[in-house]
């Protein structure tokens, strides 16, 4: 699947091996082009039918363009666990081929509650980031927590995602809402529980496109 640029979405590629179970986007039309590798997700990730159908729908409902009308948005963000990925012989042929030239990374979806923090506060000067060896301790010597950060740009998908059904003669029926998935690979940062910016933060690993 590709995906132009537009608006704040970067220009991707995407690749699904339903036999392995995986999934892999390239982010390619960016100053740091890098392939991102994670399980394939069956919420987000049609089978094969299903997208299919959705393609056939795409053209039958909407003459081949998707817009905004009656779509539901469902966003996902990432975090990096690995990578760069040297070894790639556990991909398919054509996931190696389609990843080639590119840094591969694997990433997990982030749980729902994750602390997301803003970069810094936009009523305020901007300010470099924590980036020395030591850092002033927390209020009350509170220990650093993991917090996130959004990365920019990032990626989206339009579809019809078709799921089937049976109808009450129990004959097969699909039904293809419009769907427009949106995700995003984050970046960690240490962050003390006063922090509200990650502009406070330390020890920052903006492992991203």
């Not at 990096?80 to 030239?101: A, C, E, H, I």
């Not at 998935?181 to 922090?195: A, D, G, M, S």
Request: charged share 25%; net charge positive; proline share 8%.
């Amino acid at each position: 699947m590709f995906v132009p640029h537009h608006n704040d979405v970067a220009e991707t590629k995407t690749i699904i091996d339903h036999k392995r179970n995986l999934v892999v986007v390239c982010f390619t039309g960016v100053p740091k082009p890098a392939c991102f590798l994670r399980q394939a997700n069956g919420t987000i990730d049609p089978r094969p039918e299903e997208l299919n159908m959705g393609m056939m729908a795409t053209w039958l409902q909407d003459n081949g363009k998707m817009d905004d009308k009656h779509i539901t948005t469902v966003k996902s963000s990432f975090v990096v666990t690995d990578g760069p990925l040297w070894t790639r012989t556990f991909l398919s042929k054509k996931m190696q081929v389609f990843t080639n030239g590119f840094p591969l990374y694997r990433i997990e979806e982030l749980k729902g509650d994750a602390r997301i923090l803003p970069f810094s506060d936009p009523t305020k000067k901007r300010t470099k980031r924590q980036t020395g060896l030591r850092a002033p301790p927390c209020v009350d010597n509170a220990p650093r927590t993991l917090s996130y950060g959004i990365t920019k740009p990032g990626g989206c998908n339009w579809l019809h995602f078709c799921k089937k059904g049976r109808d009450k003669n129990n004959l097969p029926t699909y039904t293809c809402p419009k769907v427009h998935f949106t995700y995003r690979v984050v970046y960690e940062c240490l962050c003390c529980p006063e922090h509200k910016y990650l502009q406070h933060c330390f020890g920052c690993a903006k492992r991203n496109v």
